[in-house]
């Protein structure tokens, strides 16, 4: 299964544009059914994942929102290439395309196997590998450097899925990742936006 995901990461982004959120977001619900995996969306692990996951994304969030004062994240997040659609990236793509897929994926349905397979440790090991792996197809498309970029999201593959055990529910994750994901595409946007109302007035 985690070659499987590594290997989708490198498919996925040829598949068509307006059916991919969807395809990859039913891709992740059918991996959570074949393994049977627990979602703890249901009182009370939900209360719990929702507490976690909000202080978990709002420290994330602030934390991301520091990082653009550091003039060489500006500069990175002032070179991002974005989507033709804006809204659609922030309220469809991110969400169900983006964390959903990966939460379902990864931290449900991976997590759940190599759990049985390896022990809860080895299990949070192999996820968080194929999660940093599954990125490099990303990192090559953006020009970023493929081996940090795997080790970072390798890390926070391994920290949503704690999130994950120490709640009881996948919704510390979802709303952990979330958070990441919006806030680096705002803070990405609004670079950009300084930027362009920066270049108008020379």
């Known amino acids: 299964m985690a070659a499987a995901?590594?290997?989708?990461?490198?498919v996925s982004p040829r598949l068509p544009h307006p059916w991919r959120a969807a395809l990859q977001a039913g891709v992740?619900?059918?991996l959570v059914v074949l393994t049977g995996a627990p979602l703890g969306l249901r009182p009370p692990r939900l209360w719990a994942g929702l507490r976690l996951g909000s202080a978990a994304g709002a420290a994330a969030a602030t934390a991301i929102a520091a990082a653009t004062s550091v003039p060489a994240v500006r500069l990175s997040m002032a070179g991002r290439g974005l989507p033709p659609s804006v809204p659609g990236w922030l309220a469809w793509h991110i969400p169900v395309g983006t964390v959903w897929t990966e939460e379902t994926a990864f931290r449900a349905a991976?997590?759940?196997a190599g759990a049985?397979?390896?022990?809860r440790s080895g299990g949070r090991l192999l996820q968080a590998g194929a999660f940093g792996l599954s990125h490099i197809a990303d990192a090559r498309a953006t020009g970023e450097p493929v081996l940090p970029v795997v080790l970072v999201t390798g890390l926070a593959g391994w920290v949503?899925?704690?999130l994950a055990d120490r709640s009881g529910s996948l919704a510390a994750p979802i709303l952990t990742h979330l958070a990441v994901n919006e806030a680096g595409a705002v803070a990405a946007l609004a670079v950009q936006r300084r930027a362009w109302n920066s270049s108008q007035l020379l």
């Not at 995901?5 to 490198?10: A, E, K, Q, T, Y």
């Not at 049985?116 to 022990?119: A, I, K, L, V």
Request: hydrophobic residues 45%; glycine residues 32%.
């Open 116 to 119: 049985e397979g390896f022990g």
């Open 160 to 162: 949503f899925d704690w």
């Open 5 to 10: 995901l590594v290997g989708w990461s490198f």
């Open 110 to 112: 991976l997590g759940t």
């Open 28 to 30: 992740g619900g059918l």
